[in-house]
C-alpha cells in the first residue's frame, strides 16, 4: 500500500503559476502509474492529467493541455505538476492518485481506476 501527501497548493492571482507535489511511501515507485485530479465543492472529481510509471507517457485534460505539465522523479518517490496560465476556473482542491501497473507504460484517466488517494491540496486562482 501507498500513502500520497500533497503539497504546493495555495493562492495565486490569474496569469500565474504554481507548482504541485506528491510525494508517495515506500520502494516501487515507478510500478504505480500516477494522476492528478481536481474537484470543486458539490462537483464531481475530475480528471486534470496522468502520468506512467517510467514517465515516459503522459495524458491531460483538454482544460489544461498547454497549460499544466505532470512530471515525475522517480528517485525521489514524487510527482509534480507544474500549472502555469492559471485561470479562475482552476480553482479546486487537487489529488494526486496512484495504482500499481504492471506495465510501466501504462497509464488511467479515470479516478475509479485509482485506488490510492492523497488528502488533497487546495488551489485558488483570485480574478
Known amino acids: 500500500q501507498v500513502q500520497l501527501v500533497e503539497s504546493g497548493g495555495g493562492l495565486v492571482q490569474a496569469g500565474g503559476s504554481l507548482r504541485l507535489s506528491c510525494a508517495a511511501s515506500?520502494?516501487?515507485?515507478?510500478?504505480?502509474?500516477m494522476a492528478w485530479f481536481r474537484q470543486v465543492p458539490g462537483g464531481e472529481r475530475e480528471f486534470v492529467a496522468a502520468i506512467s510509471g517510467s514517465g515516459g507517457r503522459t495524458y491531460y485534460a483538454n482544460s489544461v493541455k498547454g497549460r499544466f505539465t505532470i512530471s515525475r522523479d522517480n528517485a525521489k518517490n514524487t510527482v509534480y505538476l507544474q500549472m502555469n496560465s492559471l485561470k479562475p476556473e482552476d480553482t479546486a482542491v487537487y489529488f494526486c492518485a496512484a495504482r500499481i501497473v504492471l506495465n510501466s507504460g501504462n497509464y488511467y484517466t479515470g479516478g475509479k481506476e485509482y485506488p490510492y488517494w492523497g488528502q488533497g491540496t487546495q488551489v485558488t486562482v483570485s480574478s
Open positions: 515506500g520502494r516501487t515507485f515507478s510500478s504505480y502509474a
